[in-house]
């Protein structure tokens, strides 16, 4: 089975420039998760999908960031326009719906974004 | 709310010696407890995790932690450290009353491994 899946697994862009970065999560899993983790810093909530419905998204930082969800399969993240202090890697997980076990997420292996 | 603190950013222990990584969180419900390793080049992979049930709890290569609710903490620790152990670890927290629940990490603790 394949896991959490992010592309591109780097992206350089200039400040002011657009970047999309795409997770496609574990098949079957519901609820699907972006963070972001400043260098220097802790690892952070941005927001979490259940299915193609934004549940939460009270760590998104500003309206730069756009997350969508399409048909409850994929997601993107798009910033637009890309600041510096927007520089950092980006994690998308996946989880089951439900209780217990079914609450571990699942990691990809994250997007290094670099804003020059 | 929660929170989590990860005690020292950098560990250094040698070869065969004992590794202990210290965490400790605060939240208001019964938390879900979990370590997370990231490898070089390589992403968040999980280590072990306490739900329900027994405290202890084993993970993979070796590793083990022990939920003490009493002392709020969930330390993670491996007998003898290898060279491959080096790696950034992560304690995260989530809560245990939702089907989902975002987690709360801590800023990590990179163990160094030397010969």
């Known amino acids: 089975e394949a896991g959490v899946t992010q592309f591109p697994s780097h992206s350089v862009i200039e400040k002011g420039q657009t970047v999309t970065l795409r997770c496609d999560p574990i098949?079957?899993?519901?609820?699907l998760y972006w963070y972001r983790r400043v260098m220097g810093k802790e690892i952070k909530f941005l927001l979490h999908?259940?299915?193609?419905?934004?549940?939460?998204e009270s760590g998104m930082p500003n309206n730069r960031f756009l997350a969508e969800r399409t048909g409850g399969t994929y997601s993107t993240l798009k910033v637009q326009p890309a600041e510096l202090e927007d520089s950092g890697v980006y994690f998308c997980?996946?989880?089951?719906?439900?209780?217990?076990?079914?609450?571990?997420?699942?990691f990809g292996a994250g997007t290094r974004l670099s804003v020059l | 709310a929660q929170s989590v603190t990860q005690l020292g950013s950098h560990v250094s222990v040698s070869e065969g010696a004992l590794v202990l990584l210290r965490c400790n969180y605060s939240?208001?419900?019964?938390?879900?407890l979990f370590w997370y390793v990231q490898y070089p080049n390589q992403g968040l992979q999980l280590l072990l995790k306490?739900?329900?049930?027994?405290?202890l709890v084993k993970g993979i290569n070796g590793f083990e932690a022990e939920f003490k609710k009493s002392e709020t903490s969930f330390h993670l620790t491996k007998p003898s450290a290898h060279m491959s152990d080096a790696a950034e670890y992560f304690c995260?927290?989530?809560?245990?009353?939702?089907?989902?629940?975002?987690?709360?990490f801590g800023k990590g603790t990179m163990l160094l491994v030397s010969p």
């Open positions: 995260a927290v989530s809560s245990s009353y939702s089907g989902y629940s975002t987690l709360t």
């Open positions: 306490y739900t329900t049930g027994a405290t």
């Open positions: 997980a996946s989880s089951q719906q439900g209780v217990g076990t079914k609450n571990i997420q699942y």
């Open positions: 098949s079957g899993h519901d609820n």
């Open positions: 939240s208001s419900v019964p938390p879900y």
């Open positions: 999908f259940v299915k193609e419905s934004k549940q939460d």
